[in-house]
C-alpha cells in the first residue's frame, strides 16, 4: 500500500524491507536535496523560457512535461531501433506548443 503522507516521505527509514533499491543507505542522495533541485531548476527554466523566448509560465510547464515524455520515448525508440528519433518527436510536439504565426 502507498504512503500518501508527504511528512514521511522526507524521513529515513533504513529498515524499509520494501525497498528495492540495493545502495546502501549512506550512499543514496536525499530525497529532499533532489525534490528541492527539480523545484530550483523548473522555477529557472521557467524564468529563462519567460525572459528569452516570450513564454508563459503554462506554456514553460507544458513544454518541460512534453520534453520530459518525448525524452523516454526517444529513449526507448532510440535502443529498439538503433535511430535518434527527433525529427518524429519534433514534429509531434509542434502542435502541442506554438502556435503557427503568419
Known amino acids: 500500500m502507498k504512503n500518501w503522507n508527504p ?4 524521513q529515513n527509514d533504513e ?3 520494501e525497498d528495492e533499491d540495493y545502495t546502501p543507505v549512506e550512499d543514496r542522495i536525499p530525497t529532499l536535496w533532489w525534490t528541492v533541485g527539480v523545484l530550483l531548476s523548473t522555477i529557472m527554466c521557467c524564468v529563462i523560457l519567460a525572459k528569452l523566448f516570450s513564454m508563459n509560465v503554462g506554456e514553460a510547464l507544458l513544454s518541460l512535461l512534453l520534453g520530459f515524455f518525448f525524452s523516454f520515448v526517444g ?3 532510440s535502443g529498439h531501433t538503433d535511430i535518434n528519433p527527433v525529427t518524429t518527436v519534433a514534429k509531434v510536439s509542434r502542435p502541442l ?3 503557427q504565426h503568419g
Open 7 to 10: 511528512v514521511t516521505w522526507f
Open 15 to 17: 529498515d524499509n524491507t
Open 75 to 77: 529513449v526507448q525508440s
Open 97 to 99: 506548443c506554438f502556435e
